[in-house]
């Protein structure tokens, strides 16, 4: 059972154009959101999380859009560049489950 | 601050050899240490979870064994490597979240890239 549904599976994007990756999750018990980046070879790194009780969270050209009703969350990056290209995986965390449930990732190429 | 470490970075082994990849953690104390093997352009699989020194979850059946013999420390093991066993290893760690209030993200390593052949 796929607890945590993450699209596109890849997504390119023109440069200064906006990047929107999509997840959607099962577990209403979920109460944290984390988004972390991978650059190739590298481990991913946590990017930009947000919690049920907003509707989004800004932190420069990344934002968490989060609807708790559907339960539903996007990650859109605003002015791509080309040094955005990475992996995205979208989390959840909360109520028993011990663990963060990744998606499964979307690989992001920005072209300039 | 709290740091990371996972060794080798890179890695080639023969089938049917032996595996042991490390993992430490510095700066904190009673981490949660995770395992995850992420194969190429693929997602992450996690393997084996730790809460604590000799309590090792594992999540998916395979030749590949993980022991927690001190607290920061987290190893990945294997009596004979398959050629399955290739891809990109992740050790990561986690505070405990004591409370709904409390952030609860993942700190991974650099990665170990095990080519088996």
């Known amino acids: 059972q796929q607890q945590v549904k993450q699209s596109p599976q890849s997504l390119i994007v023109q440069k200064g154009g906006i990047s929107i990756i999509n997840c959607a999750y099962e577990?209403?018990?979920?109460?944290?959101f984390p988004w972390y980046q991978q650059f190739p070879g590298k481990g991913p790194a946590l990017l930009i999380a947000?919690?049920?009780?907003?509707s989004e969270k800004k932190e420069g050209r990344f934002t968490i859009s989060f609807n708790k009703s559907a339960k539903q969350f996007s990650l859109h990056i605003m002015d791509s560049q080309p040094g955005d290209s990475a992996t995205y995986f979208c989390?959840?965390?909360?109520?028993?489950?011990?663990?963060?449930?990744f998606g499964k990732g979307t690989k992001l190429s920005v072209k300039p | 601050s709290q740091t990371i470490h996972q060794w080798p970075a890179t890695l080639v082994q023969p089938v049917g050899s032996p595996l042991s990849l490390e993992c430490t953690v510095e700066?904190?104390?009673?981490?949660?240490l995770y395992w995850y093997r992420q194969a190429a352009g693929r997602g992450l699989q996690l393997l084996f979870y730790?809460?604590?020194?000799?309590?090792i979850s594992s999540e998916v059946p395979q030749n590949l064994s993980a022991s927690r013999p001190q607290d920061r420390q987290f190893i990945l093991s294997s009596k004979k490597l398959l050629l399955s066993d290739s891809g990109f290893y992740l050790c990561?760690?986690?505070?405990?979240?004591?409370?709904?209030?409390?952030?609860?993200?993942?700190?991974f390593g650099s990665g170990t890239r095990l080519t088996v052949v």
């Open positions: 700066g904190t104390s009673n981490p949660n």
């Open positions: 989390a959840c965390h909360g109520g028993s489950q011990g663990n963060l449930i």
């Open positions: 990561a760690w986690s505070r405990r979240r004591r409370s709904i209030s409390e952030n609860y993200g993942y700190t």
């Open positions: 577990n209403t018990a979920f109460d944290y």
């Open positions: 947000i919690r049920p009780d907003v």
């Open positions: 730790s809460v604590g020194i000799g309590q």
